[in-house]
T-cell receptor, first 115, second 116 residues
Framework: ETGVTQSPTHLIKTRGQQVTLRCSSQ?????VSWYQQALGQGPQFIFQ???????GRGNFPPRFSGLQFPNYSSELNVNALELDDSALYLC??????????????FGAGSRLTVL | AQKVTQAQTEISVVEKEDVTLDCVYE???????LFWYKQPPSGELVFLIR??????QNEISGRYSWNFQKSTSSFNFTITASQVVDSAVYFC?????????????FGTGTRLTVIP
């Protein structure tokens, strides 16, 4: 059973709207990352948070933003939704931001459809 | 620039056959990690194996084995005696020391179908 849970599992929005996706990580996992997986593609790194601050971002515009909370939960917010934002959004966590040996644990994702 | 290529889009095998999934990577970093993840229809990525750039020792774990060759920048994955439960999309991924362990670069995946 995965230690990372995400909600909602599915949602539908219209272009221009805003969406918030939620993630709950395992206790002690103080690093969280978010990925976007378009249909038929591999996941793409959006950004990562460590101790409630963003400390790494992929090639995504500022309308993609996040929050991390002390209770190991986090959010991904996307403003001004576009049709191309339709994808599976995956949350991943691991215990520390400094060790390269730790492995990311992924959640099952939130599937967003933008109409 | 970093890149992961999985040239096989889809593979179908009959149960009990062996199957090898190919992965070729590109990186300028001398310290990096390679991964294989499995994504069943439920969506979550399940970690299978990690190798660092200094460890070319190949490994066998049950029905799974991995072949890491730095000379050809390849990190191939073999399932022996495949089973229907192995049906999933398999992703090869790369992380570099300079971009951090949270930033994985994934290939486009190989969809494996095991026919009973």
């Amino acid at each position: 059973e995965t230690g990372v849970t995400q909600s909602p599992t599915h949602l539908i929005k219209t272009r221009g709207q805003q969406v918030t996706l939620r993630c709950s990580s395992q206790s002690g996992h103080n690093t969280v990352s978010w990925y976007q997986q378009a249909l038929g593609q591999g996941p793409q790194f959006i950004f990562q948070y460590y101790r409630e601050e963003e400390n790494g971002r992929g090639n995504f515009p500022p309308r993609f933003s996040g929050l991390q909370f002390p209770n190991y939960s986090s959010e991904l917010n996307v403003n001004a939704l576009e049709l191309d934002d339709s994808a599976l959004y995956l949350c991943a966590s691991r215990p520390t931001a400094t060790s390269g040996a730790n492995v990311l644990t992924f959640g099952a994702g939130s599937r967003l459809t933008v109409l | 620039a970093q890149k992961v290529t999985q040239a096989q889009t889809e593979i179908s095998v009959v149960e009990k056959e062996d199957v090898t999934l190919d992965c070729v990577y590109e990186t300028r970093d001398t310290t990096y990690y390679l991964f294989w993840y499995k994504q069943p229809p439920s969506g979550e990525l399940v970690f299978l194996i990690r190798r660092n750039s200094f460890d070319e020792q190949n490994e066998i774990s049950g029905r799974y084995s991995w072949n890491f060759q730095k000379s050809t920048s390849s990190f191939n994955f073999t399932i022996t005696a495949s089973q229907v439960v192995d049906s999933a999309v398999y992703f090869c991924a790369l992380s570099e020391a300079k971009t951090g362990a949270n930033n994985l670069f994934f290939g486009t995946g190989t969809r494996l179908t095991v026919i009973p």
